[in-house]
């Protein structure tokens, strides 16, 4: 009983493992990707490889560098960047009675707390694999994400003129595709469309990365009120 | 912006990032967890990331321009849809971008 226990543990921890690694690879090329723009944008490869070591979640080091690249203030950007991360505190909360860590633990587990560490172990059904996913994804996600940085960060360098390789359009393309899997979330395509509109519309009227801000807020308030969500939201019909 | 406004950016947000992280594990659990919290958990993303996608397309310092970064997008979008990878993505928006520049 113990031994079939064993085995069915060790099959489970391999394909864990493996699915971990698969994750961290892919994860690599939005981090290539990262590197080059980070750079074309006008920060240092230093700067670059201190935000995917320090900040280590991709959407609000995009945001970051977005704002920034579109003349911004660094209090925008960094605004953006923190709104963009708050949902990682929605995943620690998701995250935490799972974990159960304390102490130095659990101020290494925040870290590594992003979307892929979350969604690989929210997937599984018992508290150990859990465990075991989240702790794999996020530490392979973790080397993959700063390799592939840095490798972009350095290639960006031997490249050339941002404008002329269309590397202003790539910033574009990566917002999209990092918006695509959540638009099938219950009210995201109002949401998503409200954002737009109020974002360009504001454009000429306040300094750069502001109507970003705004726009993120109002867009949400109209997603609150829109029926089927407030409805999920109260708690009523799914 | 010099390099050490750079850095303060970089900083404050790596610290604001990694504070929201650990304030998730740390606070009790009801404390935030209500479905309204969730739903604007799961709208913030969307709206950030959209109205970021078409700042970066159609701005143009102050003003609105529709210009090769657009057709970028429009690559972007079908390739998306025809479920390429996110480094096929990119690089196609590029790639697209900078060959209308160099026709004009």
């Known amino acids: 009983m113990t031994d079939r226990a064993d085995e069915d543990w060790a099959t489970a921890r391999r394909q864990v493992l493996r699915d971990a690694a698969g994750v961290g690879v892919a994860v690599g090329t939005y981090g290539v990707s990262f590197g080059v723009l980070s750079t074309s944008t006008g920060l240092s490869v230093a700067q670059t490889a201190a935000l995917s070591v320090l900040t280590f979640t991709g959407g609000s080091q995009f945001a970051l560098l977005g704002v920034l690249g579109s003349g911004g203030t660094p209090v925008s950007g960094t605004l953006a960047a923190l709104l963009l991360g708050s949902r990682n505190a929605l995943y620690g909360l998701r995250m935490a009675p799972t974990l159960d860590v304390r102490g130095a633990r659990r101020a290494l587990a925040a870290h590594l707390v992003i979307d892929e560490s979350t969604a690989m172990a929210v997937s599984r059904d018992d508290p150990r694999s859990a465990r075991l996913a989240f702790w794999a994804t996020g530490l392979a996600v973790f080397a993959c994400w700063n390799v592939a940085t840095l490798v972009g960060a350095l290639g960006a360098e031997a490249l050339g003129d941002p404008a002329t390789l269309g590397l202003d359009a790539a910033v574009g393309a990566a917002f999209l595709a990092l918006l695509w899997p959540r638009l099938r979330d219950r009210g995201a395509p109002v949401v998503a469309l409200v954002a737009v509109a109020v974002a360009l519309a504001l454009t000429p009227l306040l300094s750069p990365g502001v109507p970003v801000l705004v726009a993120g807020l109002v867009a949400v308030t109209v997603g609150l009120s829109w029926p089927s969500v407030r409805l999920a939201a109260e708690g009523g019909a799914p | ?104």
């Open chain 2, 1 to 104: 912006m010099t390099p050490g406004t750079a850095w303060v950016a970089v900083l404050a947000t790596s610290a604001g990032c990694y504070l929201l992280k650990l304030a998730g594990l740390s606070v009790p659990e009801r404390a935030l967890d209500s479905p309204r919290v969730r739903a604007v958990g799961a709208l913030i993303p969307v709206a950030l990331l959209a109205a970021l996608a078409a700042v970066q397309t159609f701005a143009s310092g102050r003003g609105l321009a529709v210009d090769a970064r657009a057709a970028g997008l429009a690559f972007a979008f079908v390739a998306l849809l025809a479920r390429l990878p996110f480094l096929v993505v990119v690089v196609g928006a590029a790639a697209v971008a900078a060959a209308l520049r160099s026709l004009a």
